[in-house]
C-alpha cells in the first residue's frame, strides 16, 4: 500500500454529473480472465462489466492481485501467457464520423490483428507503472515516437515526425532536445513524461493509466498527475485510472470501481464511495490511509491478506476478512446490483433480504445533493 | 571513445599475462628439447660437440638468468621473432604461423559468423515462438553441444567423407593442384572447408541458440515489448524491440564463447589434417618444439584477444548504456 497520498490537487470541475449521460466509449461485458488452462486455472476476473463514458476519468481501485491490471490489459488483447480470455465482449465506439449511418463499434476480443493494430494506441493508449521498462532501453526516446508515427501517420515525414515529437514532449514539460535522449538518462519523472506524451502523440479517446505515478515519489507523482488531468481537460480523453491508492483516485476520478478477488465489488461517483461507502471492503480501504488532518485514530486496516485465487474462500470472497459477514456469505456469491435511484451499485448481501445494514456502511450520500469538487475537497 | 581505449588498455595487460606465462611455462617443463633432437634418431652419433652446437642454435644452452631471457624474449618479441623452429625444418616460427594462420583464420572467421549468425537467428525465432512445434531444436541443440568437437568431425568424416563421399576427408585443399587463384584451386579450398567448418558450426551454434532463445525468453515478457505491442506495430517490430535488447547478453558473452570455438576448432584441425594454427601447435606439442609452441601460443592469445575487442566495440556500438559507462 502506498505509505502516504500526496497533497490534494488542485480543483477540478467535476465532470460526473455531466459524463452520467455521455455516450460509452469503452465497455466491458462480462469479462472472464483465467491464467492456465483447465482445471489448474485462476480466474483473475470474474463477469466484470466496466463502462468507460467520453471524457470521463473511471477509477478502478484494488490490492495487489485483485485483477485491475489483468481486467484492463484483456480489454486491449495485451494479457501475458498464460492469461486466456474466456468469455466477454469489448465494445470500442469510434468517433461517429458524419454522414456514415452503420455502426462503426468494433468487439475488440473478436477483432483480427490488423484491427486491432488500428485502434491500439491511436484510440486507445496505455501508460503503465515503471516508464523505465516501458520504454525501449537501446534505442532513443526519438526513435520511439518515431516508430509510432511511422504506422498510425504513414503520411508524415521524417521531419514532420520530429517536429510533433517536441511538439508532444513540450506539451508535457519537456525540452525538444530530449528526443534525442535514452531512457536511462532520464529521470523517472521525466521518464513517465515522456511516456505520457507518447500516449498522446495520436489524440487518443482512451487513455488506461496503470497505476502511473506508483513508482515515483510523492511530489512527483503530484506534478504527473496536475499535468495528466490539465491535458485531460484539455485534450478530452478518457481514462481508465488503476491504482491501489484510494485516496488517489477519490480526487481525481468521476467514478470510482473497487475490485476484490477478480469481481467488481462497488461502483459509485468518487464522492458517494469516499464519504459513503456501502461494501464492507471498500470500508476498509478507505481507513487503510492515515488521515492528514484531524485527531489520531488508530488505523483499522482490513484484517487477513488478499485471498489467494487458487483457492478461494466460498461465497462471497470477502467473508473471511469481513466484520459483518453473515451466513448466507459463507454461501453464496453477491452480483453487483443497483442499490438506489443514484445509480451506484454494490455487491453485498448487507444491502438485500432485509439485512440490517451497519451504521458505517448506511452513511448519507452526498451524491444525492450534487458533490462538488470543493465537498470532495473538505472531505480530506 | 574512452571506452575503447580502456578496453584496448585492458587487453593489452591481458595479453601481457598471457604471453609472460607463455614463456615460464615450457621453462617449467621437465624434458630437453636437444637430447629430443638427438634421440629423434635423424642425427647420428652426435658428439659433444655437436650437442653444443645444437644447444647454441636453438639458444637452450642459456647461461644468462631468466629475467634477462624474458627481457630479450620481449625485445624479439616487438622484432616480430618468435624463434626458430626446433623441427619443420628449423624454419623461424613467424614464417610457420604465417603460413598456417590464414587456413585458420578463414575457417574459423567463416564458421563462427554463419555459428553466431544462424544461432541467434534461430534463437530469437524460439524465443518469440515459444511453445511451438518447433521446441524440439533445444534439446537438439542440446546433445550437439555435449558431443566433443573432435568426436562429432570424426562421425562427420565417416559418414559424409568415408560412407557418402561427399566432401574430401582431410587437409584444406586439394595436393595434386598448384596453389594459385585458379578456379579449380579456389573451389578446392572452400570444398575441403566444408566439413570442417559444419562441424564447427554445429557443435558451437546451440551455445548461441540456447543462449538467445533464454534471453528472448525473458525480453519477451518485459514492458517495452508489451508497449510496442500496445502502439499497434507490426509484429516484426515487435520481435526486432525484443531481439534487438536480447542479444545484448549474446554479444556480450561472445568473449567466452569464441575461446571454446578456437578451442574446439582446434581439435577439428588436428582431425581433418587441416593446415591450420591448431594442426601445426599439435605437432609443435608431439616434437617438443617449444618455440613454435610458444609462438603459437601467443598468437591464439592475440587472435582471441582481438575477436573479444571487436566485440566489445560491436557492444558499445549496440547499447547505448556501455558508452556511457566509460
Not at chain 1, 490489459?73 to 494479457?79: G, Q
Not at chain 1, 502523440?201 to 505515478?213: G, K
Not at chain 2, 626458430?84 to 578463414?106: D, K
Not at chain 2, 534461430?122 to 515459444?130: E, K, N, Q, T
Amino acid at each position: 500500500m502506498s505509505e502516504m497520498s500526496p497533497p490534494a490537487l488542485a480543483p477540478r470541475t467535476p465532470t460526473h454529473s455531466s459524463t452520467r449521460e455521455a455516450e460509452p466509449v469503452l465497455e466491458i461485458r462480462g469479462l472472464n480472465v483465467d491464467y492456465g488452462f483447465g482445471t489448474e486455472a485462476v480466474h483473475a476476473v470474474v463477469d466484470c462489466d466496466l463502462v468507460l463514458r467520453r471524457g470521463q476519468v473511471l477509477g478502478l481501485a484494488g490490492e495487489s492481485g485483485s485483477g485491475k491490471s489483468t481486467l484492463s490489459m484483456a480489454a486491449i488483447r495485451l494479457l501475458r501467457s498464460p492469461g486466456v480470455i474466456t468469455g466477454g465482449e469489448v465494445l470500442f465506439h469510434p468517433r461517429p464520423v458524419e454522414g456514415d449511418s452503420s455502426d462503426p463499434t468494433i468487439d475488440l476480443l473478436r477483432a483480427d490483428e490488423a484491427e486491432l493494430r488500428r485502434v491500439r494506441w491511436s484510440e486507445i493508449s496505455v501508460v503503465f507503472q515503471s516508464a523505465l521498462n516501458a520504454l525501449n532501453p537501446v534505442i532513443t526516446i526519438g526513435a520511439q515516437f518515431d516508430d509510432l508515427l511511422k504506422v498510425h501517420r504513414p503520411h508524415l515525414s521524417s521531419s514532420e515526425r520530429w517536429d510533433r515529437g517536441v511538439e508532444l514532449l513540450e506539451m508535457v514539460g519537456m525540452t525538444g532536445d530530449r528526443l534525442r535522449s535514452y531512457s536511462h538518462e532520464l529521470s523517472g519523472g521525466m521518464r513517465q513524461r515522456a511516456m505520457i506524451a507518447m500516449a498522446l502523440a495520436l489524440e487518443p479517446q482512451v487513455m488506461i493509466l496503470d497505476e502511473p505515478t506508483t513508482a515515483l515519489d510523492v511530489v512527483t507523482q503530484r506534478e504527473i498527475l496536475e499535468e495528466l488531468m490539465g491535458l485531460r481537460d484539455r485534450l478530452g480523453f478518457a481514462a481508465l485510472f488503476i491504482t491501489h491508492d484510494l485516496s488517489l483516485l477519490v480526487e481525481l476520478a468521476d467514478e470510482i470501481v473497487v475490485m476484490y478477488a477478480g469481481r467488481l465489488m462497488e461502483r459509485a461517483p468518487a464522492a458517494s464511495l469516499f464519504r459513503a461507502p456501502r461494501v464492507p471492503y471498500t470500508y476498509g480501504l478507505l481507513h487503510c490511509f492515515p488521515p492528514m488532518h484531524g485527531e489520531r485514530k488508530p488505523m483499522e486496516g482490513i484484517p487477513g491478506s488478499p485471498p489467494d485465487l487458487r483457492a478461494l474462500p466460498s461465497g462471497c470472497s470477502f467473508h473471511p476478512r469481513c466484520p459483518w459477514a453473515m451466513e448466507r456469505c459463507r454461501k453464496e456469491t453477491p452480483v453487483l446490483t443497483r442499490l438506489d435511484a443514484s445509480g451506484r451499485e454494490a455487491a453485498c448481501w448487507l444491502h438485500s433480504g432485509g439485512a440490517t445494514v451497519p451504521a458505517e456502511l448506511a452513511m448519507v450520500d452526498p451524491g444525492d445533493r450534487g458533490p462538488s469538487a470543493a465537498t470532495r475537497r473538505v472531505a480530506r | 571513445m574512452r571506452f575503447i581505449a580502456r578496453r584496448v588498455g585492458f587487453y593489452a595487460i591481458a595479453a601481457w599475462v598471457a604471453i609472460t606465462v607463455s614463456f615460464f611455462l615450457p621453462r617449467m617443463v621437465p624434458g630437453d628439447p636437444v637430447a629430443g633432437i638427438i634421440a629423434n634418431a635423424s642425427i647420428h652419433g652426435c658428439n659433444p660437440y655437436c650437442v653444443k652446437a645444437l644447444e647454441l642454435e636453438f639458444g637452450v644452452f642459456n647461461h644468462s638468468s631468466l629475467l634477462v631471457q624474458y627481457l630479450q624474449y620481449w625485445g624479439n618479441l616487438f622484432h616480430g621473432n618468435l624463434g626458430v623452429s626446433y623441427f619443420e625444418s628449423s624454419q623461424p616460427v613467424t614464417t610457420l604461423v604465417a603460413a598456417y594462420l590464414p587456413w585458420t583464420i578463414g575457417l574459423l572467421g567463416v564458421a563462427t559468423v554463419i555459428s553466431f549468425v544462424l544461432g541467434t537467428t534461430i534463437g530469437i525465432f524460439l524465443g518469440w515462438r515459444r511453445g511451438s512445434r518447433l521446441d524440439w531444436v533445444v534439446p537438439g541443440a542440446t546433445f550437439f553441444q555435449a558431443i566433443p568437437y573432435f568426436f562429432l568431425a570424426m562421425v562427420l568424416i565417416e559418414v559424409f567423407a568415408s560412407i557418402l563421399k561427399w566432401f574430401p576427408p582431410q587437409y584444406g585443399y586439394d595436393i595434386t593442384l598448384t596453389p594459385g587463384w585458379s578456379p579449380g584451386y579456389l573451389w578446392s579450398i572452400v570444398d575441403h572447408a566444408m566439413l570442417p567448418a559444419f562441424t564447427v558450426v554445429l557443435a558451437s551454434a546451440a551455445g548461441f541458440i540456447l543462449g538467445m532463445r533464454n534471453q528472448m525468453l525473458t525480453t519477451m515478457d518485459e514492458d517495452f515489448v508489451l508497449v510496442a505491442r500496445a502502439k499497434g506495430l507490426h509484429s516484426g517490430r515487435v520481435v526486432w524491440y525484443a531481439a534487438r535488447n536480447a542479444i545484448l547478453p549474446s554479444v556480450s558473452n561472445f568473449s567466452l564463447a569464441i575461446s571454446l570455438v578456437v578451442a574446439g576448432q582446434l581439435l577439428v584441425e588436428v582431425v581433418f589434417n587441416y593446415p591450420g594454427i591448431g594442426y601445426l601447435l599439435f605437432k609443435a606439442v608431439i616434437n617438443h618444439d617449444y618455440p613454435l609452441v610458444q609462438g603459437v601460443f601467443v598468437v591464439i592469445v592475440l587472435v582471441v584477444l582481438a575477436a573479444n575487442l571487436i566485440a566489445d566495440v560491436v557492444y558499445a556500438f549496440i547499447d547505448p548504456r556501455a558508452r556511457q559507462e566509460a
